[in-house]
């Protein structure tokens, strides 16, 4: 669904063919919109995410088995991230969740799908997220249900969001993953990116416009989904269907303890998590590339990454930020190396392009795995 906001003046909608169509991309100065999201506070419209409701006495104990995380003892108003996966341990759906008022609410990616339960369902052997989890619910005591309708997703980032917050009467809650209630229904959730302050609140969708005024009134400036995609991928934030592919496991992708629990069982995929990450490491690993900003040509989503004449990865989300100029979010191989120039991009479209990693996206080296040493440990006994 299209939102309102859209008709408000100086709103420029996101192409057809974006994952952000159907809310403003920008309002007339993206970069202008980025410096204050990383300088002020900018609040930015998300309602294209979709929102489930899970209500009912089991909410806790049914989603621990069906999510990557762990949930059962999710205090009100906590909040995390979990993940669907398949029985390969593959990513399939990322979700922004928040335990308030007895009703878990699950924030993702519009049209999210998961890998079907049973081999009928579906032609491409996946089905929505809402089917998923209520062919999952069996005889639990739960209700989950679709509620995008219900409510919208705004974003406000920026150093000073947390006073635009408490100046339009919202109570921030100061540690990460805290929820708290909105005056009118809906609830703030904080977000950890990094080092920059955001929360993500769902308000109820027939109060957006309200909402929306409310917090530019407090000094928030108005922002679009350019802006947030720019600061996502400069904190590494991955997302599915860009950064993703039918490949991507956790591990590649930093969803490893915060979205993905590597000692519960019980879940779909569990096998594989446990695995990688107690006795080897991903194939792959999500690093950001700068492109070379001398050229217009820009890489897509999904091009190849090579060195020489060899694929050594897949880009994800190319963006064009205020300060870094072209950067992308790219999944490379762990044999890659990181400080040689490698070309991002389709040669035969005539979009590629130099790229060179980001020496600080690259993670530490922790050493052997755990479940190795152990072994290790055993065997020279």
Known sequence: MNSPLLELPGAVPAPEDSPDFGVPWHFGDPFGEQRAAARGAAVVDRSHRQVIAVPGGERLSWLHLVLSQHLTELAENRGTEALVLDSQGRVDSH??????????????????????????MGTDGTQSLPEYLEAMRFWSDVQPREATEEFAVF????????????????????????????PGGGLVRHVPFRQIFTADLLVPRDSMVDWWMRLTENGARRAGSMTYEALRVEALRPRVGLDTDDRAIPHELGWIHTAAHVAKGCYRGQETVAKVHNVG?????MLLLHLDGSVEIRPETGDPVLRGERTVGRVGSVVLHHELGPVALALLKRSA??????LAGDAEQERQVAAAVDPDSVPPDTGEPP???????????
């Open 281 to 285: 490491k991903p194939p792959r690993r």
């Open 371 to 381: 479940g190795r040493i152990a072994a290790q440990r055993v065997r020279g006994h």
């Open 337 to 342: 190396p990181v400080d040689e120039e490698l």
């Open 155 to 182: 974003t406000v980032i920026g150093p000073r969001a947390g006073e635009v917050l408490e100046a339009s009467g919202v109570s921030v809650p100061s540690e990460p993953y805290g929820v708290s209630g909105l």
């Open 95 to 120: 979700t922004m969740v928040a335990h308030h008022d007895e009703v878990v609410y699950l924030d993702c990616e519009a049209g999210s799908r998961a890998t079907s339960a049973l081999p009928t």
